[in-house]
């Protein structure tokens, strides 16, 4: 079954780090795009970025470049999204999702999702 | 960025009622359109992708036309598990690829 597996919820303070996961199984982790997404009450859903395994090549929309850091261990199938110094307003579900098709070029079809990770960020 | 505006924000239909939902791009995204469901608690899940084509497991029930900058999504005999929220998403261009707002469709 192909499956990608987030870590679990997490609630920081304001200023700490933190590093969450996202595993894929049951298909060759390398070839495929990963995205991270983030989904608030107010903003909806948003892409993050993206990253190919394969070679890390990472791509940041606008409002999250130098907000995240977007990483990928293809050892060991997972992909990670980071941060730094946590802000309240980064409270929300962030979502991990593989393309759906093998692709040098990021198609923008996401068809496998992760189950989501809950972040809270609260003083 | 192309905003994605999805309308109406809540539909209230009875069950097997036929349903219409739609999507509009502030500019055009070809076929680039793909909707997602998403239920409580659950991710999104893929639907349709390139404007009109289902993803692997999803019923017949289920239909996406459009291109350019207008796009729907219908539902024929709504069932009882289809009560969720639509999100249209434009892949047409990046960064960043966008969604629009969402329409829930609720039990009447």
């Known amino acids: 079954e192909v499956q990608l597996v987030q870590s679990g919820a997490e609630v920081k303070k304001p200023g700490e780090s933190l590093k969450i996961s996202c595993q894929g199984s049951?298909?060759?982790?390398?070839?495929?795009?990963i995205a991270w997404l983030r989904q608030t009450p107010g903003k909806g859903l948003e892409w993050m970025g993206i990253?190919?395994?394969?070679?890390?090549?990472?791509k940041y929309s606008p409002p999250f470049h130098r907000q995240v850091t977007i990483s990928a261990d293809k050892s060991v199938n997972t992909a990670y999204l980071q941060w730094d110094t946590l802000k309240a307003s980064d409270t929300a579900i962030y979502y991990c999702?593989?393309?759906?098709?093998?692709?040098?070029?990021?198609?923008?079809?996401?068809?496998?999702w992760g189950q989501g990770t809950l972040v809270t960020v609260s003083s | 960025e192309i905003v994605m505006t999805q309308s109406p924000a809540t539909l209230s239909v009875s069950p097997g009622e036929r349903v219409t939902l739609s999507c509009r791009a502030s500019?055009?995204?070809?076929?680039?359109l793909a909707w997602f469901q998403q239920k409580p608690g659950q991710a999104p899940r893929l639907f349709i992708y390139g404007a009109s084509t289902r993803a692997t497991g999803v019923p017949a029930r289920f239909s996406g036309s459009g291109s350019g900058t207008d796009f729907t999504l219908t539902i024929n005999s709504l069932q009882s598990e289809d009560f969720a929220i639509y999100y249209c998403q434009q892949y047409n261009l990046w960064p960043p690829w966008t969604f629009g707002q969402g329409t829930k469709v609720e039990i009447k």
């Open positions: 990253i190919y395994p394969l070679d890390s090549e990472t």
């Open positions: 049951g298909y060759t982790f390398s070839n495929y795009w």
């Open positions: 500019q055009s995204v070809s076929s680039n």
């Open positions: 999702a593989r393309e759906i098709d093998m692709a040098t070029l990021p198609l923008g079809v996401f068809d496998i």
